[in-house]
C-alpha cells in the first residue's frame, strides 16, 4: 500500500490540543495556513479535508502525527511549550477514518512515558514521532536505553526529526543531529530519520551526509522524503537516488500542511496537495518501492 508516514494533525482547545500565541505569529505558520486555507484550530474540517486528499490521490494510507508537550528533567510540563496534540486526539481521530493510522508523541523524561507507550501501542499506534532539538529530546541520553527497549520490545518505529528544525522553535539545535540516534539504533529500533537530516528546503545537507554515513552500519536506519518536495528539496531526492543503499532506505511523507512547492505556479494553484506531492517525487524518479516501504515498516504483527 502506498503510504504517507508523515502528515501533521491539528485541532482546537477541544481536540486538547494547544497552540502558544508567539507560535500563532510566526511567518512560516501564517504561510502554511494560508497555503491550505486552513486555520491551525480547525480540527474537524481540517481532518476531512486531510481525508479526502487521500482518498483521491495514489495515497492508500497515511501516519497522522501527535506532538507532545515539552517535559524537564523531572518529568514537569515546560509551560513554554509552543505546540501540543494529544495522543487521545490523534488515536480517536484515527479510529474515525480507516485511512489514517496514529503516529503518537511521547516524551521520554514523562513520568508515565513507559505506561503510554503500552497504552498507545494497545489502541493501534503504529510509531513514536519526536521533534528532539525543538522537545528538548536528547537521542543520546543513556536515560533512554530502558525507553527504547519498550519500543523494540513492541516493534514501534521511531519517527524522529533530523536536521534543523524552523516550523517550531529550536530549543537546542545540535539535537537533530542524526549521529544521536546510535544509542536508539544499537538497541536495535528501527529509526526513521525524518527528512533524512535535509534542512530547509533542500538548502542544506549537511546533516544529509550524517544520514549517509550511518547508513551502511545501522540496517535499522531509514529516511523519510518529508518537506523535501519543497523548496530545492528535489536535488536531493535526486542525490538519495543515485546511492543504491539509500534508495533501500527511504520511505516516503510529505510533511503536509507543509506545500509541495517546485515553481511559484504551486502556490496558487489549488490542486490535491498529496497528489502534487507523489506527482513531483514521480518525476524526479522517486520509485514505488519508496512509497509502499513506510507501511511496511509501520504494520505491526
Known amino acids: 500500500m502506498k503510504t504517507d508516514i508523515h502528515i501533521h494533525l491539528v485541532g482546537g482547545p477541544e481536540d486538547g ?3 502558544s500565541p508567539q507560535m500563532l505569529r510566526r511567518p512560516w505558520l501564517k504561510l502554511v495556513s494560508f497555503w491550505s486555507g486552513l486555520g491551525v484550530r480547525h480540527g474537524g474540517e ?3 479535508r486531510l481525508v479526502n486528499y487521500i482518498r483521491e490521490s495514489p495515497i492508500d494510507v497515511a501516519v497522522v502525527l501527535a506532538c507532545d508537550a515539552i517535559y524537564d528533567e523531572r518529568g514537569d510540563i515546560d509551560s513554554k511549550t509552543p505546540l501540543y496534540v494529544p495522543n487521545d486526539y490523534v488515536l480517536r481521530v484515527c479510529h474515525q477514518h480507516e485511512e489514517l493510522l496514529p503516529g503518537v508523541s511521547i516524551h521520554p523524561n514523562r513520568k508515565d512515558a513507559m505506561p503510554e507507550i503500552d497504552r498507545c501501542v494497545e489502541a493501534g499506534a503504529v510509531l ?5 532539538n525543538a522537545q528538548g529530546i536528547d537521542p543520546a541520553d543513556q536515560r533512554y536505553r530502558a525507553y ?3 519500543l523494540r520490545g ?3 518505529p521511531l519517527l524522529s526529526h533530523a536536521g534543523s528544525e524552523f516550523t517550531l522553535p529550536a530549543r537546542i539545535p545540535t539535537l537533530g543531529d542524526p549521529a544521536r540516534l546510535r ?3 544499537e538497541e536495535g529500533v528501527t529509526v526513521i530519520a525524518a527528512h533524512c537530516g535535509v534542512s530547509y528546503g533542500g538548502l542544506s545537507n549537511r546533516h544529509l551526509k550524517t544520514w549517509l554515513r550511518l547508513i551502511p552500519e545501522y540496517p535499522n536506519l ?3 522524503l518529508a518537506a523535501l518536495s519543497f523548496g530545492l528539496g528535489g536535488r ?3 542525490r538519495l537516488l543515485k546511492s543504491g543503499l539509500a534508495e533501500t532506505r527511504l520511505v516516503n511523507g510529505s510533511d503536509f500542511p507543509v506545500p509541495p512547492v517546485r515553481a511559484i505556479t504551486d502556490l496558487i494553484r489549488h490542486s490535491n496537495p498529496l497528489t502534487r506531492d507523489h506527482e513531483i517525487k514521480k518525476k524526479l524518479g522517486v520509485p514505488d518501492s519508496v512509497f509502499c516501504r513506510g507501511y511496511r515498516l509501520v504494520r505491526r504483527h
Open 154 to 156: 513492541h516493534g514501534l
Open 128 to 132: 513514536v514521532k519526536w521533534i528532539p
Open 17 to 19: 490540543c494547544y497552540v
Open 148 to 150: 527504547y527497549r519498550r
Open 183 to 185: 544509542l536508539a539504533l
Open 46 to 48: 481540517y481532518v476531512s
Open 236 to 238: 536531493q531526492i535526486k
Open 222 to 224: 531509514y529516511g523519510d
